[in-house]
Protein backbone atom coordinates (compact mmCIF):
# COMPACT_ATOMS: atom_id res chain seq x y z
CA UNK A 1 0.00 0.00 0.00
CA UNK A 2 1.48 3.59 -0.64
CA UNK A 3 2.16 5.57 2.10
CA UNK A 4 -0.22 7.99 2.10
CA UNK A 5 -1.39 10.48 4.95
CA UNK A 6 -4.10 12.60 6.04
CA UNK A 7 -4.25 15.81 7.78
CA UNK A 8 -7.69 17.62 8.59
CA UNK A 9 -7.96 21.04 8.04
CA UNK A 10 -9.74 23.19 10.65
CA UNK A 11 -11.06 25.96 8.14
CA UNK A 12 -13.76 28.09 10.65
CA UNK A 13 -16.85 27.63 11.60
CA UNK A 14 -20.61 28.02 10.48
CA UNK A 15 -23.43 28.70 12.45
CA UNK A 16 -25.91 26.40 11.45
CA UNK A 17 -30.28 25.50 12.63
CA UNK A 18 -29.95 23.00 14.91
CA UNK A 19 -32.97 21.16 12.70
CA UNK A 20 -31.00 21.31 9.57
CA UNK A 21 -28.40 18.51 11.68
CA UNK A 22 -30.99 16.82 12.92
CA UNK A 23 -34.51 17.67 11.86
CA UNK A 24 -34.87 15.45 9.23
CA UNK A 25 -36.95 12.75 10.70
CA UNK A 26 -39.25 15.82 11.45
CA UNK A 27 -38.92 17.11 7.85
CA UNK A 28 -37.26 20.00 8.51
CA UNK A 29 -38.21 22.29 5.25
CA UNK A 30 -36.43 25.15 3.87
CA UNK A 31 -39.01 27.25 5.01
CA UNK A 32 -37.88 26.41 8.78
CA UNK A 33 -34.32 26.54 7.64
CA UNK A 34 -35.09 30.23 6.90
CA UNK A 35 -37.26 31.47 9.47
CA UNK A 36 -36.12 29.24 12.56
CA UNK A 37 -33.41 31.87 14.70
CA UNK A 38 -34.16 30.46 18.24
CA UNK A 39 -32.08 27.04 18.20
CA UNK A 40 -28.73 27.60 16.64
CA UNK A 41 -25.36 25.36 16.83
CA UNK A 42 -22.30 26.21 15.54
CA UNK A 43 -20.32 23.70 14.11
CA UNK A 44 -17.07 22.95 12.53
CA UNK A 45 -16.01 23.23 8.68
CA UNK A 46 -13.14 21.06 7.62
CA UNK A 47 -11.17 20.55 4.75
CA UNK A 48 -8.70 17.81 4.31
CA UNK A 49 -4.92 17.48 2.98
CA UNK A 50 -3.94 14.05 1.44
CA UNK A 51 -0.50 13.99 1.13
CA UNK A 52 0.38 11.41 -1.74
CA UNK A 53 4.40 10.16 -2.07
CA UNK A 54 4.42 10.60 -6.51
CA UNK A 55 0.75 12.06 -7.49
CA UNK A 56 1.05 14.96 -4.96
CA UNK A 57 -0.57 17.14 -2.20
CA UNK A 58 -4.60 17.22 -2.86
CA UNK A 59 -7.20 18.72 -1.56
CA UNK A 60 -10.59 16.88 -0.47
CA UNK A 61 -12.61 20.12 -0.40
CA UNK A 62 -11.53 23.87 0.47
CA UNK A 63 -14.04 25.34 3.13
CA UNK A 64 -14.93 29.23 3.69
CA UNK A 65 -13.22 32.15 2.42
CA UNK A 66 -12.58 35.44 4.04
CA UNK A 67 -15.11 37.33 1.79
CA UNK A 68 -17.74 34.85 2.58
CA UNK A 69 -16.58 35.32 6.67
CA UNK A 70 -16.07 38.97 7.24
CA UNK A 71 -18.17 40.70 3.76
CA UNK A 72 -21.12 38.02 3.68
CA UNK A 73 -23.52 40.48 1.76
CA UNK A 74 -21.41 42.02 -0.20
CA UNK A 75 -19.65 38.93 -0.93
CA UNK A 76 -23.68 37.29 -2.26
CA UNK A 77 -24.55 40.27 -3.49
CA UNK A 78 -27.57 40.68 -5.76
CA UNK A 79 -28.29 36.95 -5.38
CA UNK A 80 -30.89 35.46 -3.05
CA UNK A 81 -28.26 34.10 -0.76
CA UNK A 82 -28.00 37.48 0.61
CA UNK A 83 -31.08 37.28 2.44
CA UNK A 84 -31.65 33.84 3.22
CA UNK A 85 -27.84 33.33 4.99
CA UNK A 86 -27.35 35.71 8.21
CA UNK A 87 -24.18 37.68 7.89
CA UNK A 88 -22.86 35.83 10.62
CA UNK A 89 -23.32 32.27 9.28
CA UNK A 90 -19.41 31.93 8.92
CA UNK A 91 -16.59 32.65 11.42
CA UNK A 92 -13.08 32.37 9.87
CA UNK A 93 -10.24 33.39 12.46
CA UNK A 94 -6.89 34.65 10.50
CA UNK A 95 -5.09 31.47 11.52
CA UNK A 96 -7.80 29.03 9.84
CA UNK A 97 -7.67 30.11 6.63
CA UNK A 98 -6.45 27.33 3.97
CA UNK A 99 -3.54 29.12 2.63
CA UNK A 100 -2.23 29.53 6.27
CA UNK A 101 -3.12 25.74 7.28
CA UNK A 102 -1.32 24.83 4.32
CA UNK A 103 1.80 26.70 4.97
CA UNK A 104 1.72 24.96 8.28
CA UNK A 105 2.58 21.65 5.99
CA UNK A 106 5.03 23.38 3.98
CA UNK A 107 2.74 24.05 1.24
CA UNK A 108 0.98 27.01 -0.81
CA UNK A 109 -1.76 26.66 -2.91
CA UNK A 110 -0.02 26.68 -6.15
CA UNK A 111 1.44 23.36 -4.97
CA UNK A 112 -1.56 21.65 -4.73
CA UNK A 113 -2.14 19.31 -7.43
CA UNK A 114 -5.72 18.23 -7.47
CA UNK A 115 -8.90 19.10 -5.19
CA UNK A 116 -11.60 16.54 -5.24
CA UNK A 117 -15.05 18.50 -4.56
CA UNK A 118 -17.68 16.31 -2.14
CA UNK A 119 -20.35 19.04 -3.40
CA UNK A 120 -20.39 22.56 -4.55
CA UNK A 121 -22.16 24.19 -1.23
CA UNK A 122 -20.79 27.33 -0.15
CA UNK A 123 -18.81 25.96 2.58
CA UNK A 124 -17.04 23.50 1.03
CA UNK A 125 -15.89 25.76 -2.27
CA UNK A 126 -15.52 28.95 -0.68
CA UNK A 127 -11.55 28.94 -1.30
CA UNK A 128 -11.64 26.86 -4.77
CA UNK A 129 -10.89 30.26 -6.79
CA UNK A 130 -6.87 30.05 -4.13
CA UNK A 131 -6.28 26.65 -6.57
CA UNK A 132 -6.82 27.99 -10.28
CA UNK A 133 -4.27 24.98 -11.82
CA UNK A 134 -5.50 22.13 -9.69
CA UNK A 135 -7.66 19.62 -11.15
CA UNK A 136 -11.07 19.77 -9.76
CA UNK A 137 -12.38 16.55 -9.68
CA UNK A 138 -16.30 15.80 -8.92
CA UNK A 139 -19.15 13.51 -9.68
CA UNK A 140 -20.70 14.26 -13.28
CA UNK A 141 -23.74 14.44 -11.67
CA UNK A 142 -22.69 17.24 -9.32
CA UNK A 143 -20.31 19.01 -12.25
CA UNK A 144 -23.86 19.22 -14.51
CA UNK A 145 -26.03 20.52 -12.02
CA UNK A 146 -24.12 23.44 -11.40
CA UNK A 147 -26.43 25.79 -12.77
CA UNK A 148 -29.38 24.77 -11.09
CA UNK A 149 -31.18 26.12 -8.27
CA UNK A 150 -32.93 24.56 -5.46
CA UNK A 151 -36.81 25.52 -5.35
CA UNK A 152 -35.68 28.05 -8.01
CA UNK A 153 -34.17 30.46 -6.24
CA UNK A 154 -30.46 29.14 -4.40
CA UNK A 155 -27.52 28.46 -7.02
CA UNK A 156 -25.96 24.71 -6.54
CA UNK A 157 -22.79 26.14 -7.63
CA UNK A 158 -22.61 30.53 -6.50
CA UNK A 159 -20.95 31.39 -9.55
CA UNK A 160 -18.32 33.54 -7.35
CA UNK A 161 -16.66 30.48 -5.60
CA UNK A 162 -15.85 28.88 -9.13
CA UNK A 163 -14.97 31.10 -11.53
CA UNK A 164 -11.17 30.58 -11.69
CA UNK A 165 -11.49 27.31 -11.80
CA UNK A 166 -9.62 26.09 -15.13
CA UNK A 167 -9.43 22.61 -15.06
CA UNK A 168 -12.85 20.56 -14.40
CA UNK A 169 -12.60 16.71 -14.63
CA UNK A 170 -16.15 15.34 -13.68
CA UNK A 171 -15.51 11.93 -12.96
CA UNK A 172 -17.63 9.07 -14.14
CA UNK A 173 -18.43 6.19 -11.68
CA UNK A 174 -16.73 3.13 -13.57
CA UNK A 175 -14.69 1.11 -11.48
CA UNK A 176 -15.30 -1.88 -9.41
CA UNK A 177 -17.55 -2.12 -6.52
CA UNK A 178 -16.49 -1.97 -3.42
CA UNK A 179 -18.50 -2.43 0.40
CA UNK A 180 -22.31 -1.36 -0.61
CA UNK A 181 -21.65 0.80 -3.69
CA UNK A 182 -21.70 -0.90 -7.15
CA UNK A 183 -19.14 1.05 -8.80
CA UNK A 184 -16.24 3.36 -7.58
CA UNK A 185 -13.38 5.47 -9.29
CA UNK A 186 -10.16 5.31 -8.78
CA UNK A 187 -8.68 8.78 -9.57
CA UNK A 188 -4.99 8.21 -9.17
CA UNK A 189 -4.58 4.49 -10.08
CA UNK A 190 -2.78 2.50 -7.06
CA UNK A 191 -6.19 2.68 -4.97
CA UNK A 192 -5.13 5.11 -2.30
CA UNK A 193 -7.55 7.61 -3.27
CA UNK A 194 -10.93 5.91 -4.47
CA UNK A 195 -14.11 8.27 -5.31
CA UNK A 196 -17.50 6.86 -4.25
CA UNK A 197 -21.04 8.49 -5.54
CA UNK A 198 -22.81 9.10 -2.14
CA UNK A 199 -25.93 11.56 -3.66
CA UNK A 200 -28.89 12.74 -1.87
CA UNK A 201 -27.33 15.77 -0.16
CA UNK A 202 -26.73 17.05 -3.59
CA UNK A 203 -27.03 15.70 -6.93
CA UNK A 204 -23.75 14.48 -7.39
CA UNK A 205 -22.41 14.62 -3.73
CA UNK A 206 -19.44 12.20 -4.13
CA UNK A 207 -16.79 10.45 -0.63
CA UNK A 208 -13.66 9.99 -0.78
CA UNK A 209 -11.97 6.81 0.31
CA UNK A 210 -8.10 7.19 1.31
CA UNK A 211 -6.19 4.29 2.12
CA UNK A 212 -3.43 4.64 4.32
CA UNK A 213 -1.17 2.27 5.80
CA UNK A 214 -2.75 2.11 9.04
CA UNK A 215 -6.38 2.60 8.38
CA UNK A 216 -9.45 3.36 5.98
CA UNK A 217 -10.96 7.12 5.68
CA UNK A 218 -14.17 7.63 4.69
CA UNK A 219 -14.15 11.42 3.78
CA UNK A 220 -17.89 11.75 3.65
CA UNK A 221 -18.26 15.77 3.26
CA UNK A 222 -21.94 16.26 3.60
CA UNK A 223 -23.24 12.85 2.66
CA UNK A 224 -22.98 12.45 6.63
CA UNK A 225 -22.90 15.72 8.53
CA UNK A 226 -21.76 13.59 12.13
CA UNK A 227 -20.45 9.94 12.70
CA UNK A 228 -24.13 9.70 14.51
CA UNK A 229 -26.02 9.79 10.99
CA UNK A 230 -24.58 6.69 10.33
CA UNK A 231 -27.86 5.29 12.23
CA UNK A 232 -29.56 6.54 9.48
CA UNK A 233 -32.96 5.49 10.85
CA UNK A 234 -33.15 7.16 14.08
CA UNK A 235 -30.54 10.31 13.38
CA UNK A 236 -31.08 12.03 9.96
CA UNK A 237 -30.24 15.79 8.78
CA UNK A 238 -32.41 18.16 7.08
CA UNK A 239 -33.18 16.75 3.00
CA UNK A 240 -31.79 19.16 0.47
CA UNK A 241 -32.13 17.45 -2.28
CA UNK A 242 -33.30 13.56 -2.32
CA UNK A 243 -34.29 11.96 0.62
CA UNK A 244 -34.60 8.63 -0.91
CA UNK A 245 -31.42 8.58 -2.60
CA UNK A 246 -29.82 10.14 0.30
CA UNK A 247 -31.01 7.43 2.65
CA UNK A 248 -29.76 4.84 -0.36
CA UNK A 249 -26.37 6.60 -0.08
CA UNK A 250 -25.82 5.98 3.75
CA UNK A 251 -26.94 2.21 3.64
CA UNK A 252 -24.35 1.83 1.23
CA UNK A 253 -21.74 3.37 3.71
CA UNK A 254 -22.76 0.98 6.28
CA UNK A 255 -22.29 -1.85 3.85
CA UNK A 256 -18.66 -0.34 3.49
CA UNK A 257 -18.21 -0.13 7.49
CA UNK A 258 -19.12 -3.97 7.44
CA UNK A 259 -16.48 -4.89 4.48
CA UNK A 260 -13.52 -2.48 5.86
CA UNK A 261 -12.69 -3.71 9.21
CA UNK A 262 -10.29 -0.40 9.49
CA UNK A 263 -12.56 2.26 8.38
CA UNK A 264 -12.53 5.25 9.95
CA UNK A 265 -15.64 7.60 8.93
CA UNK A 266 -14.57 11.49 8.87
CA UNK A 267 -17.18 13.89 8.24
CA UNK A 268 -16.69 18.02 7.43
CA UNK A 269 -18.46 19.29 10.46
CA UNK A 270 -18.78 16.26 13.08
CA UNK A 271 -18.81 18.49 16.33
CA UNK A 272 -18.76 14.89 18.36
CA UNK A 273 -16.38 13.49 20.78
CA UNK A 274 -15.34 11.38 18.07
CA UNK A 275 -14.71 13.88 15.30
CA UNK A 276 -12.87 15.87 17.56
CA UNK A 277 -10.70 13.30 18.71
CA UNK A 278 -9.72 11.28 15.87
CA UNK A 279 -8.90 14.75 13.99
CA UNK A 280 -6.81 15.56 16.53
CA UNK A 281 -5.25 12.01 16.51
CA UNK A 282 -4.31 12.66 12.62
CA UNK A 283 -1.93 15.50 13.17
CA UNK A 284 0.31 13.45 12.12
CA UNK A 285 -1.29 12.29 9.30
CA UNK A 286 -1.67 8.55 10.13
CA UNK A 287 -4.22 6.66 13.14
CA UNK A 288 -2.13 4.49 16.01
CA UNK A 289 -3.23 1.83 16.66
CA UNK A 290 -4.08 3.49 19.99
CA UNK A 291 -6.38 5.79 18.14
CA UNK A 292 -8.11 3.29 15.56
CA UNK A 293 -9.16 1.00 18.53
CA UNK A 294 -10.89 3.84 20.51
CA UNK A 295 -12.45 4.58 17.28
CA UNK A 296 -14.11 1.10 17.60
CA UNK A 297 -14.38 1.46 20.99
CA UNK A 298 -16.57 3.94 20.67
CA UNK A 299 -18.76 2.70 17.82
CA UNK A 300 -19.69 -0.15 19.63
CA UNK A 301 -20.66 1.59 22.46
CA UNK A 302 -22.94 3.76 19.94
CA UNK A 303 -24.49 1.43 16.96
CA UNK A 304 -25.95 -2.06 17.44
CA UNK A 305 -24.80 -4.27 14.13
CA UNK A 306 -27.70 -2.84 12.77
CA UNK A 307 -27.03 0.74 13.07
CA UNK A 308 -29.48 1.37 15.64
CA UNK A 309 -27.99 4.09 17.84
CA UNK A 310 -28.18 3.50 21.57
CA UNK A 311 -31.01 5.80 23.15
CA UNK A 312 -28.31 7.51 25.08
CA UNK A 313 -25.87 8.79 22.28
CA UNK A 314 -29.04 10.46 20.73
CA UNK A 315 -28.68 14.19 19.86
CA UNK A 316 -30.19 17.02 21.94
CA UNK A 317 -30.34 20.51 21.89
CA UNK A 318 -29.07 22.42 24.87
CA UNK A 319 -30.41 26.01 24.54
CA UNK A 320 -28.48 28.87 25.97
CA UNK A 321 -28.44 29.59 29.88
CA UNK A 322 -28.27 33.61 28.81
CA UNK A 323 -30.92 33.11 26.71
CA UNK A 324 -29.02 33.66 23.09
CA UNK A 325 -30.39 31.92 20.23
CA UNK A 326 -26.89 30.00 19.72
CA UNK A 327 -27.22 27.03 22.29
CA UNK A 328 -25.31 23.51 22.08
CA UNK A 329 -25.63 20.24 20.35
CA UNK A 330 -25.20 17.31 22.78
Known sequence: MTAVKVFPLRIGRTKVPYGQFYGGLDTFSLTEFVQDKDHFIW????????????????????????????????YYGGSIMEYLMDDDEYDLPAG????????RHGYRPADIRGVVVTHFHEDHIGSLNLFPGAEVYLGRDEYEARDSKALGLVPLAYPRSI?????????????PAIG????????????????LPTPGHS????????????????LTGDAMYTIRHLAVDHVRQMQTDNAETFVDSIRRI??????????????????????EHLRGALAGGELSEADLSWAKAWERETFDPVFGINPAKLPRFVPAADGDPVGLAR
Open 43 to 74: VPIHAFLIEHPSAGPFLVDTGIGPGQADEHAR
Open 96 to 103: ERIEVQLE
Open 163 to 175: EAVENWRPVDFTG
Open 180 to 195: GFDRSADILGDGSLVL
Open 203 to 218: PGSTSALVRTDSSDLL
Open 254 to 275: QWLHRALPNLVILTSHDHTEYG
